[in-house]
């Protein structure tokens, strides 16, 4: 990851995030000089440090990056990785939604209030989850209703009730839609039993009505007479109540699995006992001869090799592409307060694109890699067979991902690739132990392969060339 | 692992108390419905009466998000007094009222 300006950070003219020499810093710009003054001084900032509800920072004394506009530079807590909305589990979304609304109320407490509220802004971070950007706080001005009110609704609250209510596959319109879902669509996908919502019918249907009398009118000069002659007040304890609200309707979604019996996602990888336990201590005797600091544990299930690699003392970054796995996932490390643990959703056969101006404001997930180590375990034939990617083709993009490999060969024998290929013509005659070795061998020196007791597949540990 | 082309599992709404089943019908609905049926003529005259002022933020904070913000707080004070007074009726049955996601230590 390059040094500069990050792409994402231009909306803002409060200031901007720049990387030197890795670290990643926020400029501060003059314009921004008494929101953030009052941030400091009237308590704010520390009550949300406090809580774990803010990302703290420490102001530096080092050579402006853009020295135009400069007021102050400030040093933030280093996150392990950003990861994006449609990478979250459902309890991670709604988790930063209610963490939204308890910043706006605290803020409100002390005469400040969120100038915005976009779903970026939330990270995960050593257990909890945080808000990151520190120049989103503003003087509240009296009688003055929330700015970030259409935001927080197109951000948090339209996915979570599409996710909770309609399908929960529909949280990828965030991936399409980089300033959250349009409220119109959302109240035309709700079902109508939505009807009988309160909250949803307000801040969701009715939101979306006024949305298309009032903005499409007020790019008439008309409309904004309109909009400009309905003056008004929204005194402070209305706006408490607003916020209260939906913290109300947000708390209602709800998202479980089908069957809500969680058990059945433990399934893994068909192992007899003696071989999960040769597995297991492989991975771990195989992470210990490298100490990774970062390791991305892709295709996960619900963790349980993240958490080896936790143990041997990495953030791990625990991929998988079930959002009920992820979601177990996560929830266990929320319980346990496993702070080491990052459970995302991805598929590795479609992963985040880069999206949003120029392609440059959200990252692709190979631009993002910052792994000492990946775990690719019992993966390789979901994404050779069922997806049908050359092993050439996955060694490449692996070399992308990290230097370090540790991966699971598993050969047509096994029980699992059999069903796999069960309903359909084998077209791969390059699916062997001979071929997988040839073609990580382009990219890939090995380090350690190690056949797994008791199965027919072999553990190696490879390091890039 | 699971097969990459694992379809999610759909909502699924557990089996709830009478209580609660009936509970936005008796207010939900009621309400629902009259917000919906409000004529728009009404609804303009509601908002331009309560609509609030604005300034510039760097955000276009949209102004029937504006608007209707003056409407919604006032229903969502009502809203909160009925869950208020809705969670005591349900106490009598002996259902749980509290909802455990809505933080109440007021900041």
């Not at chain 1, 990580?440 to 060339?465: C, K, M, N, P």
Request: with cysteine.
């Amino acid at each position: 990851m390059s040094d500069g300006i990050l792409g994402a950070s231009f909306r803002d003219p409060s200031g901007f995030v720049f990387r030197r020499d890795g670290v990643v810093h926020r400029q501060i710009n003059e314009r921004y000089a008494d929101d953030y003054e009052a941030l400091m001084a009237s308590g704010l900032y520390e009550k949300l440090v406090d809580k774990s509800l803010l990302l703290s920072h420490e102001e530096v004394d080092i050579a402006p990056e853009q020295a135009q506009d400069h007021f102050k530079t400030i040093r933030p807590e280093q996150l392990d990785f950003v990861s994006y909305p449609y990478e979250w589990c459902f309890s991670q979304l709604k988790d930063a939604a209610l963490a939204t609304l308890r910043i706006q109320r605290v803020a409100l407490g002390c005469d400040m209030s969120l100038k915005d509220a976009s779903v970026y802004n939330l990270q995960r971070h050593r257990g909890k989850t945080v808000f990151i950007d520190t120049l989103s706080f503003e003087r509240y001005r009296d009688g003055e209703p929330w700015v970030g009110y259409r935001q927080f609704c197109q951000h948090f609250l339209a996915p979570l009730a599409l996710m909770s209510l309609c399908d929960l596959r529909l949280q990828q319109l965030l991936r399409v839609y980089i300033d959250g879902v349009p409220l119109d669509l959302a109240a035309s996908l709700l079902p109508r039993k939505t009807w009988l919502n309160l909250g949803l019918v307000t801040h969701i249907r009715l939101h979306a009505r006024f949305q298309t009398r009032y903005d499409d009118a007020g790019a008439s000069e008309d409309g904004a007479k309109k909009a400009e002659a309905s003056k008004g007040k929204l005194p402070k304890n209305r706006l408490l109540n607003l916020v209260r609200d939906l913290e109300a309707v947000v708390g209602k979604l709800q998202w479980k699995p089908e069957g809500t019996e969680w058990a059945e996602y433990y399934s893994g990888d068909s192992y007899e006992e003696a071989s999960l336990a040769h597995k297991k201590k492989l991975v771990a005797q195989y992470l210990g001869a490298v100490s990774p600091q970062i390791v991305w544990d892709l295709g996960a299930n619900t963790g349980v090799y993240s958490r080896i690699a936790a143990e041997a003392g990495a953030r791990v970054m625990s991929f998988d592409v079930d959002p009920a796995c992820v979601e177990r996932n996560y929830l266990d490390a929320r319980e346990q307060k496993e702070e080491p643990l990052h459970p995302l959703l991805l598929d590795l056969v479609n992963p985040s694109p880069a999206i949003g101006f120029a392609n440059e404001e959200r990252s692709s997930v190979a631009e993002r890699a910052n792994a000492d180590a990946v775990l690719a375990l019992a993966l390789i034939h979901h994404i050779a067979i069922s997806n049908n990617v050359p092993l050439g083709r996955i060694s490449a993009y692996f070399a992308q991902l990290t230097p370090v490999l540790v991966i699971e060969w598993v050969p047509k024998s096994d029980a699992k690739v059999k069903t796999l290929l069960a309903t359909r013509e084998d077209v791969f005659p390059h699916y062997t132990r001979e071929g997988f070795e040839a073609a990580f061998a382009q990219h890939w020196e090995t380090e350690e392969a190690v056949d797994i007791d008791g199965s027919e597949r072999t553990l190696y540990r490879l390091r890039r060339r | 692992m699971q097969s990459p082309s694992v379809a999610p599992a759909e909502a699924q709404t557990p089996p709830r108390p009478l209580v609660r089943r009936l509970a936005p019908w008796l207010f939900g609905s009621g309400l629902a419905a009259g917000v919906v049926l409000l004529p728009d003529l009404a609804l303009a005259a509601l908002s331009r009466a309560a609509a609030p002022e604005r300034t510039l933020a760097y955000l276009d904070p949209g102004t029937g998000s504006f608007v209707i913000q003056a409407v919604v707080a006032g229903l969502a004070g009502a809203a909160v007094t009925l869950r208020l007074y809705w969670g005591k009726i349900k106490g009598l049955f002996g259902s749980s009222a509290s909802d455990p996601e809505s933080a109440t230590d007021d900041e």
